[in-house]
T-cell receptor, first 113, second 110 residues
Framework: EADIYQTPRYLVIGTGKKITLECSQT?????MYWYQQDPGMELHLIHY???????EKGDLSSESTVSRIRTEHFPLTLESARPSHTSQYLC????????????FGSGTRLTVV | AQRVTQPEKLLSVFKGAPVELKCNYS??????LFWYVQYSRQRLQLLLR??SRESIKGFTADLNKGETSFHLKKPFAQEEDSAMYYC????????????FGSGTRLSIRP
């Protein structure tokens, strides 16, 4: 079944560690996105991609980086995690125009201690 | 400026009462409008799109271009409707991104 998958679901990590949040989709979508969301709060776009080798920064400044080497894969990396990075990270994908709506993953809840 | 405004952070109604979640937008053009819902411990999911003109789980939304509004309505609230609701819009070009409102938490009291 076509879907979008995020791993890990929960992550607790120490300050200064490098982490990569995984996101893969089997929707056949061109565009992919990363949002940061504190529980029940606004969604903040931090990165997006139109397709392979395309990455753009979103509306919210973030110390994370992304890559898009394969259409279906859009990992997010934090080189040195800090407590201020504690949040929920949502991955989404859509067709190129986006008017079909976004499909969201289940999210990764990150806690940096 | 392109913007989606949800004026209510929290809306609490009794079971069986009508529900209206407000959404206003500003956009230079004719956007596609959406409502997304996030139930407790579940992923954010699309509830309905204006272009589909569907009624999902008893919810409907009417686009009022004059008032630039896309309010979400349900005539009789159910306890399982308690969730976070986000209004959103998108342009039709490939460069467009969905713009989300800040969300309204709907709480249905028994």
């Amino acid at each position: 079944e076509a879907d979008i998958y995020q791993t890990p679901r929960y992550l607790v990590i120490g300050t200064g560690k490098k982490i990569t949040l995984e996101c893969s989709q089997t929707m056949g979508h061109d565009k992919m996105y990363w949002y940061q969301q504190d529980p029940g709060m606004e969604l903040h776009l931090i990165h997006y991609s139109y397709g392979v080798n395309s990455t753009e920064k979103g509306d919210l400044s973030s110390e994370s980086t992304v890559s898009r080497i394969r259409t279906e894969h859009f990992p997010l990396t934090l080189e040195s995690a800090r407590p201020s990075h504690t949040s929920q990270y949502l991955c989404a994908s859509s067709e190129l125009t986006g008017v079909g709506g976004y499909t969201f993953g289940s999210g990764t809840r990150l806690t940096v201690v | 400026a392109q913007r989606v405004t949800q004026p209510e952070k929290l809306l609490s109604v009794f079971k069986g009462a009508p529900v209206e979640l407000k959404c206003n937008y500003s956009y230079s053009g004719s956007p596609e409008l959406f409502w997304y819902v996030q139930y407790s411990r579940q992923r954010l999911q699309l509830l309905l799109r204006h272009i589909s003109r569907e009624s999902i789980k008893g919810f409907t939304a009417d686009l009022n271009k004059g008032e630039t509004s896309f309010h979400l309505k349900k005539p009789f609230a159910q306890e399982e409707d308690s969730a976070m609701y986000y209004c959103a819009l998108s342009g039709y070009s490939s460069a467009s991104k969905i713009i989300f409102g800040s969300g309204t938490r709907l709480s249905i009291r028994p």
